[in-house]
């Protein structure tokens, strides 16, 4: 079974630009978080989807966005980039979602705001 | 609130037994996770606590202790692959029936020859 893949793997973007990340989960796995980790803060969830649908989110700006295909694809949005934004986003997949499950994490994508 | 504690970093040597501690504070409780991260690589699940006491699972064991808010990841045997950040995780909800899981900034663990 393939496992969580993420693309583009590495990203350079100016301030201001808007990024978009993708992600494809295991399949059958209908079940996508998006995390961001940076020394600092360590992992932070962002939102996830389930079945096309926002159904947990974190506590980021309106600038961070997602969505879900019905294929269970998830795209991350990033809008109006910050320095702060550098950090490598992480999506992770599971069965059935929620916080009690196990979750198969993509190898992410380093994104760098210059 | 909620608030996750691991150490910054430990060292051990290889065939060693390591301890690495986790103590977290939430106002309602719904297990506790662990995750092994090597460096540049995504977190691979090790364990899923609900209930109180030792779970072993080959050279790693994981024990919780739901009144102390505490739990650790036990690993025998060190081997030099087992260098790595180990994080752990606790699930939170709040307002609306949102959840998320709430992680520990890990410990970074460095298994000498």
């Known amino acids: 079974k393939a496992g969580v893949t993420q693309t583009p793997r590495y990203l350079i973007k100016t301030r201001g630009q808007q990024v978009t990340l993708s992600c494809s989960p295991i399949?059958?796995?209908?079940?996508v978080s998006w995390y961001q980790q940076t020394p600092g803060q360590g992992l932070q969830f962002l939102f996830e989807y389930f079945s096309e649908t926002q159904r947990n989110k974190g506590n980021f700006p309106g600038r961070f966005s997602g969505r879900q295909f019905s294929n269970s694809r998830s795209e991350m949005n990033v809008s109006t980039l910050e320095l702060g934004d550098s950090a490598l986003y992480l999506c992770?997949?599971?069965?059935?979602?929620?916080?009690?499950?196990?979750?198969?994490f993509g190898p992410g994508t380093r994104l760098t705001v210059l | 609130g909620q608030n996750i504690d691991q150490p910054t970093e430990m060292t051990a040597t290889e065939g060693a037994i390591v301890q690495i501690n986790c103590t977290y504070q939430?106002?309602?409780?719904?297990?506790l996770f662990w995750y092994q991260q090597h460096a540049g690589e995504a977190p691979t699940f090790l364990s899923y606590?609900?209930l109180d006491g030792l779970e072993e699972k080959g050279r790693f064991s994981s024990f919780l202790s739901r009144s102390k808010g505490y739990s650790y990841l036990l690993l025998k045997e060190l081997q030099m692959k087992d260098s790595a950040s180990y994080l752990c995780?606790?699930?939170?909800?709040?307002?609306?029936?949102?959840?998320?899981?709430?992680w520990g900034l890990g410990t970074s663990l460095a298994v000498n020859p």
């Open positions: 995780a606790v699930p939170r909800q709040e307002a609306g029936n949102n959840r998320k899981l709430i």
């Open positions: 939430t106002s309602g409780f719904n297990g």
């Open positions: 992770a997949s599971s069965l059935r979602g929620g916080t009690n499950n196990e979750q198969f």
């Open positions: 399949s059958g796995h209908r079940s």
């Open positions: 606590n609900v």
